[in-house]
């Protein structure tokens, strides 16, 4: 009988994190029997059909005091659905959901709690405003303690939460798995071909705050003399309506194109001539992985985590760009928040056809560890062992 584990995450809304998730749940579905847990009923990507879900259907609020106060109430469900369902691991993804997980610890579950972060957690949480940052650093402290692993997707993530909030229960590093020959498959679909009539920047992720759209836009308004264009693919959020706007009044509406949001991000990566990550942070981004795998070459900030130990590898992970350009070994790194270089760095790329060249040849070589089945594997191993 195959051993039954949950996989509890706030939805599988387009985003990084829902998407390892999703991929996990096909991966490991004849390896274990997998519960899949949600606070709220969406689901964007692709999961099997037959999949056990359970949903909370947690009513959405932005008070602060509400979201806290109501973590017991869903910790202690939590756990009675656990005890119900003879659940024996339990894996969650992003913040609210470890919460719960952890804190289901304290009334008593008996399942073992596996934490996956894929955020640079002191980063983000300084992005949430004083009062949540206070009230998170308290949450994340307390209850991150409690769970039996936590694993992180960056060697970065990982530092940040022994140094700066002194977790010290076991980690593990498992980097995101990347479907390298499902990334191959779904790029040759076709596409609108008046997206790609000039060399063709692109960025794919949701309109967050982090994301940091605004400041591509100020970048490639410096470069506009070129023959260039800039297509943006993903959700709708909170800047989107800003960032239309700020396209408009800069008068760009015939230069940058939205494509909106797509599972497969890949026919568009595939087609165009560099990938531009804009993030005032992130935590192992999936997208620069997916980009390089589709042999982009790619501009990133450098950002708290994920870029410079993708990118430059051989480097310290904990120095970041003040003031300069850094080609490095697999791609381009620029300061965050910079829009002046960071055009630079865009027009440098444009106008060097050798430099083009030179890192899509290098970038598949840059994610070949991360395929699907190498990280499954390690997926698999850490779950077997707390079973």
């Not at 769970?147 to 909030?165: P, S």
């Not at 060399?199 to 400041?215: D, E």
């Not at 620029?334 to 829009?339: C, I």
Request: net charge positive.
């Amino acid at each position: 009988m195959k051993k039954k584990i949950a996989i509890l995450i706030n939805s599988i809304e387009g985003g990084g994190a829902e998407r390892t998730a999703a991929r996990l749940l096909n991966e490991l579905k004849n390896d274990f029997d997998i519960h899949l847990v949600l606070l709220s009923d969406i689901i964007d990507y692709p999961i099997p059909e037959l999949q056990k879900i359970f949903c909370f259907n947690q009513a959405n609020s932005a008070n602060i005091l509400i979201k806290f106060l109501t973590l017991p109430y869903y910790a202690y469900r939590y756990k009675k659905y656990c005890k119900r369902n003879k659940i024996e691991a339990s894996l969650s993804f992003l913040t609210r959901s470890h919460y719960i997980n952890s804190l289901s610890k304290v009334f008593g579950s008996q399942t073992k709690i596996l934490i996956s972060e894929q955020a640079h957690v002191s980063t983000y949480l300084r992005s949430l405003g004083k009062l949540n940052e206070f009230v998170s650093k308290f949450l994340t402290r307390k209850l991150y303690s409690k769970a039996d692993l936590v694993i992180t997707n960056a060697v970065l993530i990982k530092t940040d939460l022994q140094e700066e909030f002194g977790i010290v229960v076991p980690f593990e590093v498992v980097h995101n798995p990347l479907p390298l020959e499902n990334i191959q498959h779904l790029s040759l679909e076709p596409v609108a071909e008046h997206f790609f009539k000039d060399f063709t920047f692109i960025n794919v992720g949701s309109f967050r705050p982090q994301k940091n759209h605004a400041l591509l836009i100020e970048a490639f308004d410096k470069i506009r003399h070129h023959d260039c264009s800039l297509l943006l693919v993903g959700k709708e959020g909170k800047n989107e309506l800003l960032i239309h706007q700020k396209v408009k009044d800069l008068k760009l509406d015939n230069r940058i194109f939205f494509a909106g949001f797509d599972t497969n991000p890949f026919k568009y990566l595939s087609k165009a001539d560099c990938f531009v990550l804009s993030s005032d942070f992130e935590g192992f981004p999936n997208v620069l992985q997916e980009a390089l795998a589709c042999h982009l070459p790619v501009i990133s900030t450098d950002c708290k985590s994920g870029p410079r130990e993708i990118l430059a590898p051989g480097t310290d992970i904990h120095q970041n760009l003040r003031s300069s350009i850094e080609l490095a070994e697999f791609g381009i790194l620029v300061p965050v928040n910079d829009a002046v270089l960071l055009a630079k760095a865009m027009a440098m790329i444009l106008s060097d056809h050798n430099l083009q060249f030179r890192y899509k040849e290098k970038a598949f070589e840059s994610i070949k560890d991360f395929d699907t089945p190498l990280i499954i594997d390690k997926f698999r191993k850490i779950l077997s062992r707390s079973l």
